[in-house]
T-cell receptor, first 114, second 114 residues
Framework: AQSVTQLDSHVSVSEGTPVLLRCNYS??????LFWYVQHPNKGLQLLLK??????LVKGINGFEAEFKKSETSFHLTKPSAHMSDAAEYFC????????????FGSGTRLQVQP | GAGVSQSPSNKVTEKGKDVELRCDPI?????LYWYRQSLGQGLEFLIY????????KSGLPSDRFSAERTGGSVSTLTIQRTQQEDSAVYLC????????????FGPGTRLTVT
């Protein structure tokens, strides 16, 4: 069985400061891990993905995440927050076999203050 | 190119009525997924289609829920005898194949059962 825990339901940062959204996973197999973003009234958009290649993954809009197997973590970071980053972020796991259905974390709402 | 489309975007129905939700995947994508996003349950997998294989229905919450995919393209999710707890946003996603990690999501259908 696979699962994802997002450690913060809500994160608030000031514009221009770093962003850290935390995610821990549990998986019986070699997992594939993703971060998706959902802006208000918009569809889910893939930010980045880890599929057993490089452990440091770069995504769109300056986001990156590091896969740490020893810590079972896949935290999302960005050096400098922008107002347009305000959204809901989902950490997602897919096991390496079978149907690739995604298991979503509960989400972290990122608020960016001016 | 065209993304995943879903219709209707919003649906309000009375308790006990049947509803049909439609998903048009990206052309050429053989894998299609349905998910549900609700306040109490977060984002959860419902059903998965891959080509002509039997669908994986393991996520369907009850036998009131069913789905079909005609001609390997368009999919319809049907909910019979709707209940208030069925109120949620129903999301459809498609991917190139079941081996592809990247799923592309539609904008969703917001279902409200009164």
């Amino acid at each position: 069985a696979q699962s994802v825990t997002q450690l913060d339901s809500h994160v608030s940062v000031s514009e221009g400061t770093p962003v850290l959204l935390r995610c821990n996973y549990s998986s019986s197999y070699s997992p594939s891990l993703f971060w998706y973003v959902q802006h208000p009234n918009k569809g889910l958009q893939l930010l980045l993905k880890y599929t057993s290649a490089a452990t440091l993954v770069k995504g769109i809009n300056g986001f990156e995440a590091e896969f740490k197997k020893s810590e079972t973590s896949f935290h999302l970071t960005k050096p400098s927050a922008h107002m347009s980053d305000a959204a809901e972020y989902f950490c997602v796991v897919s096991e390496g076999t079978g149907r690739r259905a995604l298991t979503f974390g509960s989400g972290t709402r990122l608020q960016v203050q001016p | 190119g065209a993304g995943v489309s879903q219709s209707p975007s919003n649906k309000v129905t009375e308790k006990g009525k049947d509803v049909e939700l439609r998903c048009d995947p990206i052309s050429g994508h053989t894998a299609l997924y349905w998910y549900r996003q609700s306040l109490g349950q977060g984002l959860e997998f419902l059903i998965y289609f891959q080509g002509n294989s039997a669908p994986d229905k393991s996520g369907l919450p009850s036998d009131r829920f069913s789905a079909e995919r005609t001609g390997g393209s368009v999919s319809t999710l049907t909910i019979q005898r709707t209940q208030q707890e069925d109120s949620a946003v129903y999301l459809c996603a498609s991917s190139l194949s079941f081996q592809s990690y990247e799923q592309y999501f539609g904008p969703g259908t917001r279902l409200t059962v009164t």
